[in-house]
C-alpha cells in the first residue's frame, strides 16, 4: 500500500507554513504551501495533493471559497473528493459547524497541538484507505453477482433443448434413417452450441477467478492498516522531532 505523502498547507501566516513544513517534512510527508485561496487553487492542479490542511480566513479567496469551488466547480471536478481539514480559532463554533456542512473532514484549533495535528492526518489516511478496501469489496461482490446471473442463464438455456432431445430420442425411429439423419442434426446443432456457451462461461470464470485473487492480495485488515499507517507516520518522529 502507497500512503499519501503529499499534503498542501494554505494559510497567509508564514509561521504556520514554516511549522508544517518543517514538522511533516520530517515525517516524510511532501508539503506544498499556498499564501491565499487562489494560489492554493493554483497548486491543487498542479500537485494533486492527497491532503490539504486550510485555514478558513484567507486573502483574496476564503477557505470557505476554497472548498465550495473544489465541491461544485468543473474544472475542479476530480479534486471534489480532496480531504480538507480546517483550521479554526479556539471557540469559533459557527465556523466549524459551516465546514463540517460543506463536506470538511475535519478542523484544527489554534493554536496548534502537533500532536492533534498528527492524529488527524493519521485518521484521514485511515478513512481514505478503508473507503478504497470497501469499493474493491464492492467490485469483487459485483464480479460475483455477473458470474451468478451467467450460471443462471445457461442452466436455463441447456436446460430447455436438452429436455426436447430428450423427448425427440425417446420417439426415435431406428428404422428411419431420415428420421435419424433429422435428430444427429439436432443434436450436433445443440452441442455446438452449447460447448460455445460453455468456453464462453469458463473463460469468464477464469477472468473472474483471475481478477478476485489481485483484489483479494490488494486487501488487507484494519490491524493491518494501523500497522502500516503507523510505521509510515512514526518511522522518524522520535528522532527527528527531537532534533
Request: aromatic share 8%; proline share 2%; net charge negative.
Amino acid at each position: 500500500m502507497k500512503l499519501p505523502k503529499r499534503i498542501l498547507v494554505v494559510d497567509d501566516e508564514y509561521l504556520t507554513l514554516e511549522f508544517f513544513d518543517i514538522t511533516l517534512s520530517k515525517l516524510g510527508f511532501e508539503v506544498i504551501t499556498a499564501k491565499d485561496g487562489a494560489e492554493a487553487l493554483e497548486k491543487v492542479k498542479l500537485y494533486s495533493p492527497a491532503i490539504m490542511l486550510l485555514d478558513n480566513v484567507l486573502p483574496k479567496i476564503t477557505g470557505f471559497e476554497v472548498i465550495q469551488i473544489l465541491k461544485k466547480d468543473k474544472e475542479f471536478h476530480e479534486f471534489k473528493n480532496l480531504p480538507i481539514i480546517m483550521f479554526s480559532a479556539m471557540g469559533d463554533t459557527e465556523s466549524k459547524v459551516l465546514g463540517l456542512e460543506m463536506g470538511i473532514e475535519d478542523y484544527i484549533t489554534k493554536p496548534f497541538n502537533f500532536s492533534e495535528v498528527l492524529a488527524r492526518i493519521r485518521n484521514i489516511i485511515k478513512q481514505k484507505e478503508l473507503s478504497k478496501q470497501l469499493v474493491k469489496k464492492e467490485r469483487r461482490l459485483a464480479i460475483l453477482e455477473s458470474l451468478n446471473t451467467n450460471l443462471i442463464s445457461f442452466t436455463r438455456h441447456i436446460k430447455k433443448p436438452l429436455d426436447i432431445l430428450n423427448d425427440e430420442l425417446k420417439k426415435l425411429d431406428f428404422n428411419n434413417k431420415e428420421n435419424i439423419e433429422d435428430f444427429k442434426i439436432k443434436f450436433e446443432k445443440e452441442y455446438k452450441e452449447t460447448i460455445a456457451l460453455l468456453n464462453s462461461l469458463e473463460e469468464e470464470i477464469i477472468d473472474i477467478e483471475n481478477k478476485g485473487s489481485r483484489m483479494k492480495d490488494e486487501e488487507f485488515s484494519l490491524e493491518e492498516l494501523e500497522k502500516r499507517i503507523n510505521k509510515y507516520l512514526n518511522s522518524s518522529e522520535d528522532n527527528d522531532l527531537s532534533e
